[in-house]
């Protein structure tokens, strides 16, 4: 009967032995795992962080060149590239070349960059964040495939003062529909900032929002809130000592009047371009439609004159 127990008691301690250690397997899975996944993340923080902060450069902008003068064969050698990263599609998908021709072509027939200031990535960038994906991470896909294909990292910062000047884009247009409360149409890192996401909403889909967020990258506030207007000036003051490139919408300008939005969204169409009896609105106020939109006088000559000045794209 003593030994019937022991042997009772000897296989309960057996189990239990076993128990603790798959218990423990387990554990040191997930923690070897959650260690992994955080390096990871430290990995590419790091990255980007370093992608993000200035660099000062000795060298000053391009000259522009004489007329017939033979182009550089590299991208990052031209005056301005912008680059089409596909989020969430496959680089050869119809839509997706589409979408970033139709933009493009927007673009190119409102500031008269040619069509070799633009390329598309042919490696799809997959976000974890599908709700609001980071134009920055977007931009450090860009930066990888860029190091790949031409073995150099892209244009480095060009700091005038204290506004960072960048020569390209990097433009993720997504299929997915992202919340327009959350999201809005389209949006950028920071005025003055080459990261920019295109999401998948209808309001995405107008050839004329990317000619919205470049303006942003150019220095041009929105228009379509006399407050936010006023609060990305303040910004700017305080980030890098600056002013918004275009005039604050008012009553005599736009259809804002003095109106400041209670909630987020758009309060007005923005500034007319150029006139009330047009016709138009300035391409910086809402993505609202049936409005018809264009670049006014007033933004279109502060883009070309940032490139100018600062790019020698004269």
Same mark, same amino acid.
């Given at each position: 009967m003593l030994k019937k127990e022991m042997s009772g008691q000897t296989k309960a301690q057996v189990t239990l032995f076993i128990i603790i250690g798959m218990v423990m397997v387990i554990v040191f899975g997930l923690l070897f795992y959650v260690r992994g996944y955080l390096i990871e993340r430290q990995l590419e923080t790091a990255l980007l962080q370093t992608y993000k902060r200035p660099v000062n450069l000795t060298q000053e902008p391009v000259q522009l060149r004489e007329r017939g003068e033979q182009r550089e064969e590299f991208p990052d050698r031209k005056e301005m590239m912008i680059f089409f990263v596909p989020v969430n599609y496959r680089p050869d998908d119809p839509e997706f070349l589409q979408r970033a021709e139709g933009m493009a072509s927007y673009v190119r027939s409102e500031t008269g960059l040619g069509q070799e200031n633009f390329m598309v990535i042919d490696?799809?960038? !997959?976000?974890?964040?599908?709700? +609001?994906?980071?134009?920055?991470?977007? &931009?450090?896909?860009?930066?990888?495939?860029?190091?790949?294909?031409?073995?150099?990292?892209?244009?480095?910062?060009?700091?005038?003062?204290?506004?960072?000047?960048y020569r390209y884009r990097v433009v993720g247009i997504d299929s997915n529909e992202q919340d327009t409360a959350r999201c809005g149409c389209? /949006?950028? /890192?920071?005025? /003055? &900032?080459?990261?920019?996401?295109?999401?998948?909403?209808?309001? &995405?889909? /107008?050839?004329?929002?990317?000619?919205?967020?470049? $303006? %942003?990258?150019? $220095?041009?506030?929105?228009? !379509?809130?006399?407050?936010? *207007?006023?609060?990305?000036?303040? *910004?700017? %003051?305080?980030?890098?000592?600056?002013? +918004?490139?275009?005039?604050?919408?008012?009553?005599?300008?736009?259809?804002? $009047?003095?109106?400041?939005?209670?909630?987020?969204?758009?309060?007005?169409?923005?500034?007319?371009?150029?006139?009330?009896?047009?016709? !138009?609105?300035?391409?910086? $106020?809402?993505?609202?439609?049936?409005?018809?939109?264009?670049?006014?006088t007033e933004s279109k000559e502060q883009i070309l004159l940032f490139m100018c000045e600062n790019l020698g794209m004269c």
């Open positions: 490696q799809t960038y !997959y976000p974890r964040d599908r709700s +609001c994906p980071d134009a920055g991470l977007i &931009s450090l896909h860009a930066e990888r495939w860029y190091q790949r294909k031409v073995g150099r990292s892209l244009p480095g910062v060009i700091n005038k003062g204290k506004v960072p000047l389209g /949006y950028i /890192y920071g005025i /003055y &900032s080459p990261q920019i996401f295109i999401g998948g909403h209808n309001c &995405s889909r /107008y050839n004329k929002i990317l000619m919205h967020e470049l $303006g %942003h990258s150019f $220095g041009l506030c929105d228009e !379509y809130d006399t407050c936010v *207007w006023i609060d990305q000036d303040y *910004w700017l %003051h305080g980030a890098y000592a600056t002013s +918004c490139r275009n005039s604050r919408p008012d009553g005599e300008n736009s259809d804002c $009047g003095v109106i400041c939005c209670s909630e987020k969204g758009a309060c007005c169409f923005g500034k007319y371009a150029d006139t009330l009896y047009d016709s !138009y609105f300035n391409i910086m $106020g809402s993505a609202d439609t049936p409005p018809q939109r264009r670049l006014s």
